[in-house]
């Protein structure tokens, strides 16, 4: 028997932040198949679905599966994953866990808040055409950018970040999403996670676009905050050690905060809180 969980990441209040589905597997048992897992995750049709392992008491392995394919790692769906584990009384606050995934072993402290650690960040050799692009992005893009460039970097999965100048103007982006999976796919990203810096509490408003991956918006993606982060750090905006809060979602009505944390020892930490909406079996 396979218990399922609808757990919201990146908020404490249901029907806010990041909706993902969790499968818990019994202890000790194989992952299914993966046909079984993408049909599970196309059944449930968030944009990732965790399935979870437990090998120790804090020891994990997730897979994560979108509507259409397997992905290497998803932060809130690891937010969720770990955020109800410990409300189920499989791991408790203290814990530092290892998640095994296909980008690699990460730690996950649990707290108040879950924060994952992510892979170490890096930006990728890959040219953006910025005219291009501004014109798939639509919207914001036919009045101005800022001066910050636009990179593609990765902490675990590659995003192109994109600056914007003002929160009207990421508001107003209406991404051609044909035009932008094909980007994607001719660049090998995940998408776009577009940004607007912020003096009102957060560091940044953002929005995060991944068509190719079936998840046309998506309300809050830990991935891409960990890289908009290390770009932020790469450009001189801040600088280690540093807290970084990012808004997302707003313009799903689904508001989400991220907490991101550059450590004095080099590494870059994503999390939050989560709520549990729903539970079941899986027959």
Known sequence: MMRYYIVDAFT????????????????????????????????????????????GPQEFTLRYF???????????????????????????AGDECVNHTLA???????????????ATARAIGVEVDSERLHHIMGGGASRG???????????????ILLPVGDLSQLESLSPDMESLAALSRELDVVGVHA????????TAHVRNFGPL????????????????????ERHGIVSRPAMCRFLQGEAM?????????????GGIWVGGSCCIVARGELL
């Not at 690699?104 to 992510?118: C, H, N, S, T, Y």
């Not at 940004?195 to 957060?202: N, P, R, V």
């Not at 991956?213 to 932020?232: D, F, M, R």
Request: some cysteine; proline content about 7%; hydrophobic content about 40%.
């Open 145 to 159: 950018w800022p001066e910050l460039p636009i990179d593609v970097i990765s902490t675990g999965l590659p995003d």
């Open 253 to 265: 009505h689904r508001p989400s905060t991220v907490s991101t944390s550059l450590t004095a020892d």
């Open 12 to 55: 404490s209040e249901p029907f806010g932040g990041n909706p993902a589905g969790v499968v818990l597997l019994p202890r000790e048992s194989d992952f299914p198949a993966e046909r079984l897992m993408q049909q599970i995750a196309a059944e449930l049709r968030y944009s990732e679905t965790a399935f979870v392992q437990q090998q």
């Open 104 to 118: 690699g072993d990460l730690a996950v402290k649990i707290g108040d808040q879950v924060m994952m650690e992510m």
């Open 213 to 232: 991956y079936g998840v046309p918006e998506e309300s809050a993606t830990g991935t891409a905050n960990a890289a908009l982060t290390h770009y932020l």
């Open 66 to 92: 979108t509507p259409v394919s397997e992905v290497d790692l998803c932060g809130h769906a690891t937010i969720a994953s770990f955020g109800l584990m410990r409300q189920e009384g499989i791991v408790k």
């Open 195 to 202: 940004f607007a810096l912020s003096d009102d509490g957060y």
